[in-house]
């Protein structure tokens, strides 16, 4: 299935990924009494983060996630996909977890989770992380940079 103007959109695999992501969110909930935020989950994993769940069910959590990926990789044989060169890479992981920690939070536990539960600083964050990101990409596009094309 196509999207009239989105030739590369895949809604189908968007809509069984938000599936699963809701899936996992609402058991980890319901299972373990934590929110499925992934910065808050992976310092916990290597030791900056504060109570709640146990270093290793953090490990658990963020090492299934490369592993769901490559799972992915496998059954679908092979996803043509393209990356940043590693110094932009590290650069940006390093902005985004500085971002994270500003914001108490990231878009799994914000966006998914706190928007889930209408908790008002979830909303207002979520609606900052769109904003920030829209600004971004306009103005990289008017720099000539063609984010989106």
């Known amino acids: ?8 959109a895949a809604p189908l695999a968007g809509l069984a990924g938000g599936v699963l992501i809701g899936l996992a969110a ?4 319901l299972g373990l009494g934590r ?3 992934v910065s808050g989950l ?7 983060g504060g109570s709640g769940i146990g270093r290793s069910a953090a490990w658990m959590f ?12 496998l059954v679908a044989g092979g996803i043509d996909a ?8 590290v650069v940006a992981g390093l902005l985004v977890g500085i971002g994270t920690r500003m914001g108490s939070g990231c878009t799994s536990g914000h966006g998914v989770c706190g928007v889930s539960r209408l ?3 979830s909303l207002v964050a979520t609606l900052t992380f769109m904003a920030a990101g829209i600004a971004t990409v306009a103005v ?3 720099m000539g940079m063609e984010v989106l094309s």
């Open 26 to 29: 609402a058991l980890m909930l």
């Open 82 to 89: 393209s990356f940043a060169d590693p110094l932009t890479l």
């Open 119 to 121: 908790s008002a600083r």
């Open 62 to 73: 963020v090492i299934g996630l490369p592993l769901g990926a490559l799972v992915v990789l």
């Open 42 to 48: 992976a310092a916990k994993a290597v030791g900056l």
């Open 35 to 37: 929110i499925a935020g």
């Open 140 to 142: 990289m596009n008017a």
């Open 1 to 8: 299935m196509t999207l009239a103007g989105f030739p590369d």
